[in-house]
């Protein structure tokens, strides 16, 4: 067992020493035994994860503030009798609540779908007979069946075992797996894990959260809930907003009263206020906005559980990430072959034979080269892996190990072994760290031996070199440790090989022919190094995290381009209390060897900074960080169910550089809510304006309630609904994340606001006086129709808040084109459809006052578009 396994139990040893083979180890339990424990134990699960459901999902939908003050409003105009205002209100907030909770609502059943896909079964002893039954049936006391591809079911002693070895990566996160047997010091197996080689017999002596599974389980059910930073910034403008036009409202009432107006028409124009202050579009917008993003993250292979989860890991400026599985593909590879005379190249990277092995460039295959083909032959023939191929994918049965060196012999066109060929074997074992084989390939029989640089090199007294078998002397044995310890510390896992021949068909390990190293790692993925580096262009640092070895991770750090000044492990990290923690996540470090709470620490250290945290995994022992940061995104195929239900994103494909996809697409998300608030308060603003302006100089209403809903809801609405649409800005990824702190409105969004809302207010109530003689009705439908073109023409200035059209495309969203017609259109039937003339209290325009609208919206266009172009200082992000 390694030294940094973070859920080791203590006091192993004295746990195992306790462990006897009880008299009925041969039989199992019996049918009795399991009823009276499972009525003591209960079921092999963990507690299940407070699943979130129906009910709870819709719920949340109406916890906004925005949302809370519409509903208010609503109650409000029903209480004066506004049925249609009401009515209008309602309709806006049963929309909001609808299309999040469809889009919520489908991420949940997705992971339910996931976790259907795995139905564990485990093979255990009962009365006798080895049965296959679900593992949830499982109680302390079975003894549970073990064999090669196998899933450990629960916590268990090993009672009997022959050469097993566990890959715990899901648990510690090393990529090597662990032998294990009956001995006191590594006599345990744990659930979660699985096997790789040997078979065994183990006695079940946990079940679901008394489980180290389920006790980390239980450490990532400890971290309450969270909110994202958009929810955080949403919600407190919500409450600015609300409050503003209460008070807002409140006071132009008592104004009128004041000023001798009718209480009735004062409440009506006191209402009339709070709706136009309040962006009615502005939860469905977001709403609408955000699902049609995770939406396109599914196509992307990016589920999103949550819909601001996306949008949350486009403000993220640390990315913690777990490296087995995440940042590596989890599957042992051969790199390097290294002989006395040669060192060689491999290619291709997991199962899949289709690399080749190659020397200066050159690709070279057993028949080429005599001391290749001897080193293949031992690594093909000496071992119990295979490869079967199912269409175009390869898997592997069997140690990591061992696959990664019949893939070799693939690679290298070796002879495949013949099964009538092995006649005797010496098994591989903790304390030979060797394996050996007595092999027949019809050419007479063979002595193959793989493992530990030091115990091969230990038993050989010849060497193979391109002029044949020679004696090994000192230097040879020099050169050979050399080899390997400069191999080693590159992070390469080294196995060595040797043979001899055995005319007498007798297998022992002596007077053994060295015949060279393979160097295995589990390599990085293709993709990341690029993901890596867009990532480092965007201003986001990539720390990683790991339960494996220093030495392995920093190897895998340097082939991934990843700035790693030093390594610490799990113990380094004890001796540092939280002051000198936050001092050293200010360089370029990597962890190795971290425990899960540890990987809490550190994600809080950096949250501590202000970061804005992003944590990546797969593993059980990823699930804490991965519930405790900002955003975790988990691994949907390699992930286990704890990491995915404590994850906020799950990536469908275990690719990394999805994360970075799904930042730009967060990124987009972000600017698109800035640009469509910054629209819908602006147009808002000018309402507001021209109320207020109208209401202190004593004329008449410029707008009635129910044309202000059908500005803020109909046109405003699609409309930032299509500006929520808007492609990513050419640059946005080469920008550094923004602060966490950054608010949605700010200074220049709250002067843009004032400007353009003081020019459209004042524009609209100019035209209302202009065309009073004319009568009322007329002035108020042309201010009316005014103000719903001037704010139709303004999206163009909150397309981009520092680009001009011209940079990012005048005809480059559609959307908003089809949404400035529709909304353009529906203007046009209120001002001459009876049936809308007559909710909106609208009478027909003719030509000079369209001509004097006109006159008035141009500027709207043109001033923002020379104000970006003129001014560098609007070129650079905000």
């Known amino acids: 067992m390694r030294r940094g396994a973070v859920w080791r139990i203590r006091k192993q040893v004295s746990q195992c020493e306790v462990a006897q083979v009880p008299q009925d180890a041969q039989k199992g339990l019996t049918s009795r035994q399991v009823l009276e424990a499972r009525q003591k134990h209960g079921w092999n699960e963990l507690p299940a994860m407070k699943q979130t459901g129906p009910w709870r999902v819709l719920l949340r939908q109406f916890s906004s503030f925005l949302v809370l003050i519409l509903i208010a409003a609503a109650g409000v105009a029903l209480a004066l009798g506004e049925t249609m205002d009401a009515g209008t209100i309602g309709l806006v907030v049963v929309l909001n609540a609808g299309l999040g909770f469809v889009q919520e609502w489908k991420a949940e059943t997705a992971l339910t779908a996931l976790r259907k896909l795995m139905s564990p079964q485990a093979m255990v002893l009962r009365d006798g007979q080895e049965q296959v039954i679900p593992a949830r049936e499982i109680v302390p006391g079975d003894v549970l069946v073990l064999a090669p591809g196998a899933k450990v079911a629960a916590d268990a002693h090993v009672i009997r075992a022959a050469e097993l070895a566990i890959d715990e990566s899901v648990l510690t996160g090393e ?142 400026s640390v990315i913690c ?218 201003g986001i640092r990539v720390i990683m995290i790991t339960g494996d070895s220093p030495i392995t991770a920093s190897a895998i750090a340097t082939q991934l381009s990843l700035d790693v000044a030093h390594a610490l492990t799990g113990h380094d990290l004890e001796e540092l209390d939280d002051a000198a923690l936050i001092l050293v996540l200010q360089g370029d470090v990597l962890f190795a060897r971290t425990k899960p709470e540890q990987k809490m620490r550190i994600v809080s250290a950096l949250q501590a900074q202000e970061q804005i945290v992003a944590m990546t995994g797969d593993g059980v022992n990823d699930a804490p960080a991965l519930r405790q940061a900002d955003i975790g995104v988990s691994m949907g195929i390699r992930g286990t169910d704890v990491a995915r239900d404590a994850s906020d994103l799950v990536l469908l494909d275990d690719n990394f550089a999805t994360i970075v996809r799904a930042i730009a697409e967060g990124r987009r998300q972000f600017a698109n809510v800035q640009k469509f608030v910054r629209y819908l308060l602006s147009s808002n603003a000018g309402e507001v304006i021209a109320l207020v302006v109208n209401i202190a100089i004593g004329g008449p209403l410029v707008f009635l309630a129910t044309q202000i809903l059908w500005m803020n809801l109909v046109t405003d609405g699609v409309t930032a609904v299509a500006l929520g649409l808007e492609k990513s800005e050419p640059d946005q ?89 529709l909304t353009l259109g529906a203007q046009v039937l209120a001002v001459y459809w009876a049936p809308l003339q007559l909710m909106l209290h609208a009478v027909p325009l003719g030509l000079d006052e369209w001509g004097l609208i006109a006159l008035f919206a141009v500027p709207i266009i043109i001033v923002p578009e020379v104000m970006k172009t003129l001014n560098p200082h609007n070129q650079r992000a905000k």
């Open 733 to 821: 990824m080469r920008w550094p994340p923004r602060r966490k702190d950054t608010a949605i409105l700010g200074i220049g969004g709250v002067v843009t606001i004032i400007v353009l809302g003081t020019y459209t207010g004042l524009s609209s109530l100019w035209i209302f006086f202009h065309l009073m003689d004319q009568g009322v009705e007329l002035a108020r439908t042309t201010a009316f129709t005014a103000m719903v073109v001037f704010e139709k023409v303004s999206v163009f200035a909150f397309r981009s808040l520092r680009l001009p059209g011209w940079r990012i495309g005048w005809f480059s969203n559609p959307f908003l084109l089809g949404a400035l017609a």
């Open 321 to 538: 990430t777990d490296k087995t599985g995440t940042l590596t593909e989890n599957k042992m590879t051969v790199t390097h072959v290294w002989t006395l005379d040669r060192h060689y190249d491999v290619t291709g990277t997991g199962y899949d034979p289709a690399g080749h092995i190659e020397f200066d460039g050159v690709r070279v295959r057993a028949e080429d080269d005599p001391v290749l083909a001897a080193v293949l032959k031992a690594g093909l023939y000496c071992s119990h892996a295979q490869l079967v191929q199912d269409g175009d994918s390869w898997t592997m049965v069997g140690a990591p190990t061992e696959g990664a060196l019949i893939t070799l012999g693939y690679k290298g066109w070796c002879a495949l072994p013949n099964e009538r060929g092995l006649l005797a074997e010496i098994p591989f074992s903790s304390a030979r760290k060797r394996m050996s084989v007595l092999y027949d390939a019809g050419d007479g029989a063979e002595v193959l031996t793989k493992g530990a640089p030091e115990q091969v090199l230990e038993i050989c007294t010849q060497v193979l070199t391109r002029d044949g078998v020679r004696p090994l002397t000192d230097f040879d044995r020099a050169r050979i440790t050399e080899a390997y310890t400069h191999l080693a510390q590159d992070g390469l896992r080294i196995i060595a090989l040797a043979s001899r021949a055995a005319p007498d068909h007798q297998i022992g390990e002596e007077a053994m022919t060295f015949l060279g190293l393979t160097g295995l790692i589990d390599p990085p993925r293709p993709e990341v190094r690029d993901a890596i580096a867009m990532a480092r262009m965007a």
């Open 175 to 316: 990529s090597v797996a662990v032998s294990k047997g009956t001995d006191t010091a590594n006599c345990n197996v744990y659930a979660g894990t699985s096997v790789t080689q040997g078979r065994a017999e183990a006695r079940v002596s946990a079940i679901g959260a008394a489980t180290e599974f389920g006790k980390i389980a239980r450490l990532t059910v400890s971290v309450g809930p969270k909110t994202t930073n958009l929810q955080n910034k949403l919600s407190g403008l919500a409450f600015q907003l609300g409050i503003a036009a209460l008070l807002v409202a409140l006071g132009v009432t008592v104004l009128g009263l004041a000023l001798g107006r009718d209480l009735s028409e004062m409440v009506m124009t006191g209402l009339s206020l709070s709706v136009a202050m309040v962006p009615e579009g502005l939860p469905a917008v977001v709403t609408i906005t955000l699902a049609l993003g995770a939406t396109a993250m599914v196509r992307q292979n990016a589920l999103a559980r949550r819909l601001q989860a996306v949008e949350t890991l486009g403000a993220a």
